[in-house]
């Protein structure tokens, strides 16, 4: 939680949360990537936040509806990080559970893999707007790829690279979070923004 104090006529603000964040963020790091590291960083949000939540109600002049929000989400980062860690038990909360409607259960890739594809494909558009032909741009992205091939199910070659940006160009893929990534970056190309291929690739390396 924030204190003030008053040294001569300068006022020092120390913002405790703030620096609780980075210390247990800082300790998420060093957690190995697997579903301990975002159980670990669910729960440190939570905390912070909660914090923050406290600080509002507490305070004569809080922001209520900022106090609000965070009572709705705090619980909601636990339970999800509760519901992570019970699959370590074979246990599988409700929000786990495949849909029942028709059409809400998809065979294939996650959409971790799908937005790693959505990344690689707006590299390639970026290169493709700078005049390199298509089957060249794969190929550049094939060998920026290389060192994280294995984040890919079938790898990156330039072929499925290819076909990838096609896919992505003409509208095919289904995946929303995917598509949400390709739209949102090509509105960003289109503006003169993150034009540099490097930046997507460098992204699709680090995308969850």
């Known amino acids: 939680m924030s204190d003030t104090k008053r040294l001569h006529d300068v006022t020092i603000v120390r913002r405790a949360p703030m620096s609780r964040l980075a210390a247990k963020l800082e300790r998420v790091t060093k957690e190995p990537k697997g579903r301990r590291y975002y159980i670990v960083a ?18 004569p002049g809080g922001d209520k ?4 929000a965070l009572e ?26 495949p849909g029942d409607k028709p059409g809400d259960r998809v065979k294939g890739f996650t959409s971790g893999e799908w937005r790693r594809r959505a990344f690689v494909a707006l590299g390639v558009r970026a290169l493709v707007k700078s005049r390199v032909a298509r089957k060249t741009a794969a190929k550049i992205a094939e060998r920026a790829m290389s060192p994280s091939r294995a984040l890919f199910a079938k790898g990156a070659t330039a ?4 076909s990838w940006y096609d ?8 995946n929303r979070e995917a598509v949400y990534v390709f739209r949102r970056g090509c509105s960003q190309q289109d503006r003169g923004e993150l034009s540099d291929p490097d930046f997507w690739f460098r992204a699709a390396a680090l995308a969850a």
């Open 72 to 97: 709705e989400l705090c619980p909601r980062l636990i339970e999800l990080a509760s519901a992570l860690s019970d699959l370590d038990a074979g246990i599988v909360a409700p929000l786990f559970k």
């Open 65 to 68: 509806r900022l106090a609000s």
């Open 159 to 162: 072929q499925s690279i290819l």
């Open 167 to 174: 896919d992505f160009r003409d509208g095919e893929i289904k």
């Open 42 to 59: 669910l729960a440190a949000l939570a905390d912070v936040l909660q914090a923050r939540w406290q600080k509002e109600v507490a305070a």
